[in-house]
């Protein structure tokens, strides 16, 4: 016979058939199990190692997460568009680049393409196309610039956000978990917005008037990530976090199409200019969401007063601490540091990031460069790769919830299978890119940006996932951790572009997308061996432990 505590009294309860009670709480009927209880959490000891499930009433209420009472689904999506309103105004700038700089003044005389001394037959021999680069021609495909800005100086630019969020990325975790989400995600998304708004201002300036602009986005960008994964981490039940993942992280995808079909029509109106516009209109849009958030959403579900009394107990029941979030829990640095499945979290953020930063900074270059399409083919076939991300990593993170709710996968073994997806298959993608495509077959490239779109969306469901699970109580910690090696991979990224593509040859593109694959690589194998899907040890609060140590167990059965 199986007994619990009773959610509604300190009363045990004993339940009448426990071969329904133990699957439904995630254990197999023979195993020992010592119960107790507090506070609508049930704390169990399987053998000697100490586990952690949220026992939730069968006659608790559910309002689904897709239907439209759900208020849980409206924070997802609100957190959708704020990722979506962020990453459109960093990103912007690949394509604003494009028509913002005189690209014709430095392919006359800067380094990678027109000095002659160094540029000698193999160079020349090694393009399968050839283009003229007269002033006349770009105009022509619709490149109408005329910043003076260098190969190198664009690369800085495209670093600088993410410097300054190297210095508030990890802090902002520890922040959030703390304070609450809701304050620090507000004002990340209101910095993007006034210096997006002030970008043409600064631009036309000097150059570095629109470094430190992009510099002070970053201290925004440091607290995005962590703290809509602290939001979720709250508002979320376990076996919702995958479909979840992969819906407010499509705001990654959807700002990587929508931002490049639009910055490229807005490109090539003669009005302002045209590539301003780019700028007032991502921004714009940011401050919109600042109002729409702060009006609508909460740090947490007890806090928000358009949530259901049904749906909040629901979310409470499910997460433990959804409720409130403890100013006083310490947090185990040290175990954290030293976990492997954290550590197989970071090595993947830093593969993925590297890889996503490479694709939105400098295709749209790629594309003009050595495919040669003009601004609204480049417009049309920036948004593709992005396109399929938006579509997989949503059909992948409900597949996984799937195999998850019915037992067909555990938690770690399907984190593990989707993650190596994700990683081994944008091998092979890189690698087709790489070895395969040129100017001849852009729609070869297409296919292989398309089947990498795919294979990145599987990540949502690994290391991803992995990351919200392992440690509830800190995945604001956690979170800033990962993101703080991503933002290391991100800056990296055109970096390591600008010293390998010098010259801006096929030879140099070859060995851009070589060094994703490789990186791609390593991750895969390192989560694949030490990479998990359930809450560590270390995870569990302190204060629980205690409580479930000093309480005298009710029963202790063999089932």
């Not at 959610?7 to 426990?18: D, M």
């Not at 704390?43 to 939730?56: D, H």
């Not at 800085?156 to 993410?162: E, H, N, P, R, V």
């Not at 909040?312 to 029941?317: D, G, T, V």
């Amino acid at each position: 016979m199986f007994v619990h505590t009773s959610l509604r009294s300190k009363t045990p309860a004993t339940v009448a058939n426990p071969a329904f009670a133990a699957p439904r709480m995630g254990m197999r009927p023979g195993l020992v199990v010592t119960a107790s209880g507090k506070n609508q959490n049930t704390w169990l000891t399987l053998g000697i190692q100490l586990s952690f499930f949220p026992f939730v009433d069968r006659m608790t209420p559910k309002i689904l997460l897709f239907s439209l009472k759900s208020v849980r689904l409206r924070i997802c999506i609100l957190a959708m568009l704020g990722i979506f309103a962020t990453v459109s105004m960093r990103t912007i700038l690949g394509m604003a680049m494009v028509c913002m700089v005189n690209t014709t003044a430095f392919v006359e005389t800067n380094e990678y393409v027109a000095m002659s001394f160094f540029r000698n037959a193999s160079f020349e021999e090694e393009r399968v196309c050839s283009k003229s680069y007269s002033a006349q021609a770009m105009a022509e495909s619709g490149y109408h610039g005329t910043l003076l800005w260098s190969p190198s100086m664009q690369s800085l630019l495209f670093s600088a956000t993410f410097y300054g969020g190297l210095i508030t990325i990890l802090p902002s975790g520890y922040l959030a978990d703390r304070f609450g989400p809701k304050p620090f995600f507000i004002l990340s998304v209101l910095d993007y917005s006034v210096v997006t708004i002030l970008g043409p201002l600064l631009a036309n300036t000097n150059f570095y008037a629109f470094l430190v602009g992009r510099l002070i986005m970053g201290l925004g960008e440091g607290f995005i990530m962590p703290t809509v994964s602290s939001l979720a981490s709250r508002w979320f039940p376990p076996n919702e976090r995958g479909a979840v993942a992969a819906l407010y992280t499509s705001g990654i995808q959807l700002a990587g199409s929508t931002g490049g079909f639009v910055s490229a029509s807005l490109c090539s109106l003669d009005f302002s200019g045209g590539w301003p516009l780019i700028f007032y209109t991502f921004g714009c849009l940011g401050c919109l969401w600042c109002v729409i958030f702060t009006i609508v959403a909460s740090s947490s579900p007890g806090e928000n007063k358009w949530i259901s009394n049904e749906e909040k107990n629901h979310i409470i029941s499910a997460v433990p601490h959804s409720s409130t979030y403890d100013k006083n829990v310490p947090v185990p640095w040290r175990r954290i540091m030293s976990s492997t499945a954290v550590l197989s979290i970071l090595v993947v953020q830093f593969s993925f990031s590297y890889s996503l930063t490479t694709l939105q900074s400098f295709l749209p270059a790629y594309f003009r460069d050595i495919l040669l399409l003009d601004v609204k083919s480049n417009g049309l076939y920036t948004v593709l790769p992005f396109l399929s991300q938006l579509i997989f990593k949503n059909v992948f993170g409900h597949l996984s919830d799937y195999l998850k709710r019915k037992e067909i996968l555990s938690c770690t073994t399907s984190s593990k299978v989707f993650q190596s997806i994700g990683s081994f298959g944008s091998v092979v993608c890189f690698s087709g890119l790489a070895w395969f495509v040129n100017c001849e077959t852009p729609i070869l490239a297409l296919a292989f940006l398309g089947m990498h779109g795919l294979c990145f969306s599987c990540g949502m469901s690994g290391f991803y996932v992995s990351c919200l699970s392992i440690a509830p109580s800190y995945t604001g910690v956690v979170m800033s951790m990962s993101m703080f090696f991503g933002t290391i991979g991100n800056a990296l990224a055109p970096l390591t572009f600008g010293l390998v593509n010098s010259q801006g040859s096929d030879k140099e593109w070859r060995n851009v997308y070589l060094i994703c694959a490789v990186l791609n690589a390593i991750a895969g194998v390192v989560f694949l061996v030490s990479g998990s899907g359930q809450i560590q040890v270390w995870a569990i609060p302190e204060s629980p432990k205690k409580q479930r140590m000093n309480q005298e167990p009710i029963v202790t059965n063999s089932l």
